[in-house]
């Protein structure tokens, strides 16, 4: 028992990381009034450039940054589109996904000729850390020492990004363009420059959402990989209602059941199918608990 639930808890930790990374980025772009349907597809580029370039240059870290860049350059088309030619945002999402999957899937091919996954020979994984004390202390210790750095580094960005949100005056800027655009523009506040900001913020993060993806939790790149990661996101930012630590509970929420997903479908003797249906059904009664929250607080 105290092993299974070491294993599962490690693989918490693992599976949240790339979901908490994503929905920061969401976090950011909601704050500013923009809903980012582009992060399922910001993900998945990030992840491809993270796996070739580290597999080119022989450094995980350069894949790491490669995949933050090429996440960033993503946001900016979506941003471009968005507040420049005011396209819908939900349109202007949904392309970036599809443009994502169908550009990842062709660049294996005209590349690395092949399809459905590339794992290049001697591809360096990121590392792992062990934390001093901590991997002594009994239970816990398994459970929290001996993570890739960036699952640690994303629980800093948490913090980071609160701190930012809420005690920095560029965190109010952007909270006010968020909440009142009209009057951040009356008050002199660079409203669309703000804007692009915050889609670029969330790109970067989700590029390296994408890099733990493929050089942390695996060490490849598969086609799809993201898998509906970037949807998971964006549930836990309308759990946390757009707030860095409940979005970040809420994202550890679904690493749990993602993890025991996975741990039921290695011990009981039952369909795949059924354990993989776990997150996105706690999705669904998630989102749907916070409908009928809503609808009771506009009633009263």
């Given amino acids: 028992m105290t092993k299974t639930l ?33 992060l399922e597809g910001m993900m998945l580029m990030g992840a491809f450039a993270a796996v070739v370039v580290a597999a080119a240059v022989g450094s995980s870290v350069v894949g790491v940054g490669a995949a933050a860049l090429v996440g960033l350059l993503t946001a900016l088309i ?34 690395f000729n092949t399809r459905g996954a590339y794992a290049p020979k001697d ?15 009994p239970l816990l210790g398994p459970m929290l020492s001996g993570h890739k750095w960036l699952v640690y580094v994303t629980w800093l960005l948490v913090f980071l990004s ?14 006010a363009v968020g909440e009142h655009r009209e009057a951040a523009e009356t008050a ?14 969330s790109g970067f ?24 990661r970037g949807f998971m996101a964006l549930a836990a930012v309308f759990f946390g209602q757009a707030r860095p630590l409940p979005t970040a509970l809420a ?13 039921l479908q290695m ?26 929250r809503e609808r009771r607080l506009s009633a009263r």
């Avoid at 968005?82 to 590349?111: E, F, P």
């Avoid at 002199?188 to 913020?201: E, M, N, S």
């Fill in 251 to 263: 994202c550890l929420l679904f690493g749990v059941f993602e993890a025991v997903q996975i741990r």
């Fill in 205 to 228: 993060l989700s590029g390296l959402a994408g890099a733990q993806l493929s050089l942390g939790n695996l060490t490849l790149f598969s086609e799809n990989m993201s898998n509906g």
């Fill in 78 to 111: 979506f941003a471009f589109f968005v507040i420049h030619l005011r396209a819908d945002l939900i349109v202007a999402g949904l392309a970036v996904n599809i443009l994502a999957l169908g550009l990842t899937a062709y660049l294996l091919q005209v590349l």
């Fill in 267 to 292: 011990t009981v003797q039952i369909p795949n199918q059924l354990p993989q249906m776990l997150p996105y059904l706690i999705i669904v009664v998630v989102l749907t608990v916070l409908s009928l």
């Fill in 123 to 137: 591809l360096e994984g990121l590392g792992s850390l062990t934390i001093p004390l901590l991997d002594q202390v």
């Fill in 162 to 175: 609160w701190l930012v949100l809420y005690r920095t005056p560029l965190g109010i800027h952007i909270r």
């Fill in 6 to 38: 070491i294993h599962v808890g490690f693989a918490t930790l693992r599976m949240t990381t790339p979901l908490v990374l994503a929905a920061l980025g969401g976090v950011f772009s909601q704050q500013v009034g923009l809903l980012n349907i582009a």
């Fill in 188 to 201: 002199g506040l660079p409203v669309k420059r703000i804007q692009y900001l915050a889609l670029l913020t």
